[in-house]
């Protein structure tokens, strides 16, 4: 083995064919399982986030219908608070 020279190249260590095809089947992989992960979870997220839109909604329409039913009750007490005289009947 000969000593190293400024200029001179340090050779590959993937230089070899075995392991280049080592090294494209692992990126290869990498791709195929990175792809099936992102098939899988991205469907789920999807599915997730518009469950929580739907829960909010829900959520939302309760507290709107509470309050509508809270200013009905309210309006209702109100109006019998109002204090009517009552009618004058015909006899008196």
């Known amino acids: 083995m000969h000593a190293w020279r400024p200029g001179q190249q340090f050779p590959s260590p993937s230089a070899s064919p075995l392991a280049?095809?080592?090294?494209?089947a692992l990126a290869l992989?990498?791709?195929?399982?990175?792809?099936?992960?992102?098939?899988?979870?991205?469907?789920?997220a999807v599915i997730a986030l518009l469950a929580l839109g739907v829960r909010a909604r829900w959520r939302l329409r309760a507290?709107?219908?509470?309050?509508?039913?809270?200013?009905?009750?309210e309006h209702a007490v109100g109006r019998a608070n109002v204090r009517v005289r009552p009618a004058q009947g015909p006899d008196e």
């Open 20 to 24: 280049s095809l080592l090294a494209v």
């Open 29 to 44: 992989v990498g791709l195929v399982i990175g792809a099936v992960l992102l098939v899988i979870l991205l469907p789920v």
């Open 63 to 73: 507290a709107a219908r509470a309050a509508h039913e809270r200013a009905a009750d």
